[in-house]
């Protein structure tokens, strides 16, 4: 596909303001989408879609294929008859300006509980039956899936059986997926298989629905592929050849980066690492089931830890930190032609005006020479984020080093906000942050910076340079500190909760983006 000078809005639909606890797929979304059709935004990024599990990190799914049932609408629910307005009556009185997983969870899951009895006690007139019952919907959407759902709908349900467990604690039958084993638990929790296959019919019904209105007003969705899949998951269950995995199905080496920026002591993942050389004998078969739905889900992928494929740091099962470990060389070229092959027939050697793939290849942290050929190779766009950018005229973070081919961020979910990194950020990186964007004043005049608007000379900056595509979180376009702040790397709990306040999409900031993309063409 080719890409074209645009801008978008950063915003994962948990922060979506909604009276039942988190962000969902109902109306402020849709309000949402007009509010980015509205300013001349053409991207609306969001982070993993999948069903959070430790930590309720996007990052760490029980799925690789499977949507977030937590996202799903409850007001859509009741307009499609599959809720009684009393089930919405004796919902817990939740704050406002955050998600608390913890009261949300099991609130959420009885609601779809209630739903799925609901549908189940008459499903063909359930959503309003129409010229085509939704049995026949909900069938059709289980057989085109089959190929993840019913290895995950039995996950699922296992793991509930079993308290919540992580699936290395099941039974060594279950856990070896022994046929006999397999076929008793389908039988005897079929019900609970049902409901869960049930709640991924309504994600994607509700997602779908979502995605084609904001496609309908010239909106693109990035969406996001984390490069490593979570331990406690189906496909780690359902695939174990695919990973390395000891007899008893424990890692042996698990994912990380060495210190960085965001970790003296790197950043220890803990997911399992790929058997590259199994998925390769395969075809990458696995991988491009996963592009495949990753791409009827969003427009553009934002590939997670690119460099990943060109080599990844390899730490031993049980180090307690990241800082022991080693370099190991990614599927790198053969890997990406099969990709192109699969979905960009005929791209090879395409210009640098026409992608061949809707990849965008999240280039931070430890570059090496082998990650940018990897990357140019394959005619990607890397990511450029302005708030690295203020060490001095030589940082390749800033603008006026930008090529033509990248995305350019304020920062990411795994920043601060811009009014948090002024605040925080070393005063001669401030200093110089205030004379590159030729703002008056001295940086130790902090309040007075931050009050008048350094988040939306970030915004400027970025919206004006050559760089493709130019995104902001909404936490920058609203000027928000770091109690806005979505993600901090390496640390336990806390995270993800952030939401935004009911009455912030106003006029004012709608015309002010609007003024934004038609000065810079996007």
């Known amino acids: 596909m080719k890409f074209e000078r645009a801008s978008g809005i950063l915003l994962h639909p948990t922060s979506l303001p909604s009276p039942y606890g988190i962000g969902d797929l109902g109306p ?31 990052y760490q799914c029980f799925s690789a294929f499977a949507g977030n049932p937590y996202l799903i609408s409850p007001e ?69 899936n089959s190929s993840w759902l019913d290895d995950y709908a039995l996950f699922m349900a296992l793991k509930e059986a ?30 609970h298989v049902l409901r869960f296959s049930f709640g991924q019919f309504l994600f994607f019904r509700q997602w779908q629905a979502l995605k084609t209105y904001a496609n309908e007003r010239g909106i693109q969705i990035i969406g996001d592929i984390p490069v490593f ?98 370099w190991v060389p990614g599927p790198g070229v053969d890997f990406f032609k099969s990709v192109q092959q699969a979905f960009a027939p005929g791209g090879v050697g395409a210009s640098h005006d026409s992608p061949t793939l809707p990849i965008i290849a999240e280039d931070l ?46 920062g ?27 703002r008056e004043g001295s940086p130790k005049s902090l309040t007075l910076i931050a009050h008048s608007g350094f988040a939306w000379s970030l915004i400027r900056a970025v919206w004006a340079s050559v760089a493709i595509f130019a995104l902001a979180p909404l936490q920058d376009l609203l000027d928000l500190g770091t109690e806005a702040r979505m993600n901090y790397p390496s640390r336990l709990g806390g995270n993800w909760e952030w939401r935004m306040n009911e009455n912030a999409l106003s006029g004012e900031l709608q015309g002010k983006m609007r003024e934004l993309n038609y000065l810079y063409q996007r």
Not at 33 to 44: E, M, N, Y
Not at 89 to 109: H, Q, R, S, Y
Not at 412 to 438: C, I, K, M, Q, V
């Open 28 to 58: 402020q979304a849709y309000a949402w989408v007009d509010f980015l059709a509205g300013s001349g935004c053409k991207l609306w990024q969001v982070l993993p879609l999948g069903p959070t599990g430790y930590g309720d990190s996007p």
């Open 76 to 144: 859509f629910l009741l307009r499609d008859d599959l809720l009684h307005p009393n089930d919405l009556v004796e919902k817990t009185n939740f704050p406002a300006g955050c998600v608390d997983f913890g009261a949300l969870i099991p609130w959420k899951l009885n609601l779809l509980e209630r739903a799925f009895i609901r549908f189940s006690s008459d499903p063909s007139t359930a959503l309003g039956a129409g010229p085509q019952p939704v049995r026949r919907d909900f069938d059709i959407f289980c057989a085109e």
């Open 162 to 191: 079993h308290g919540g467990g992580s699936w290395d604690g099941w039974p060594a039958s279950l856990r070896r997926r022994e046929p006999k084993a397999l076929a008793e638990a389908r039988a005897s929790l079929a019900p």
């Open 229 to 326: 899949v979570a331990y406690d998951s189906a496909d780690v269950w359902a695939h174990p050849e695919l990973f390395y995995l000891d007899d008893e199905g424990q890692p042996t080496v698990v994912a990380g980066v060495p210190p960085d920026y965001f970790s003296p002591t790197g950043q220890l993942w803990g997911n399992p690492l790929y058997r590259w050389d199994v998925h390769k004998a395969s075809g990458y078969t696995w991988w491009l089931e996963r592009f495949r739905a990753i791409l009827k889900m969003v427009d553009i992928v934002r590939l997670d830890h690119f460099r990943g494929f060109a080599g990844y740091w390899e730490v031993p099962a049980g180090n307690p930190t990241a800082e022991i470990g080693r």
């Open 365 to 410: 942290g430890l570059i090496t020479p082998d990650v940018i050929e990897l990357r140019e190779g394959f005619n990607l766009p890397g990511m450029k984020i302005l708030q690295f950018a203020f060490s001095g005229p030589d940082n390749p973070f800033l603008p006026h080093h930008y090529p033509h081919h990248c995305v350019a961020y304020t």
């Open 412 to 438: 990411t979910h795994d920043n601060d906000t811009a009014r948090g990194w002024y605040a925080s950020a070393p005063e001669e990186e401030r200093n110089f942050a205030l004379r590159y964007l030729g």
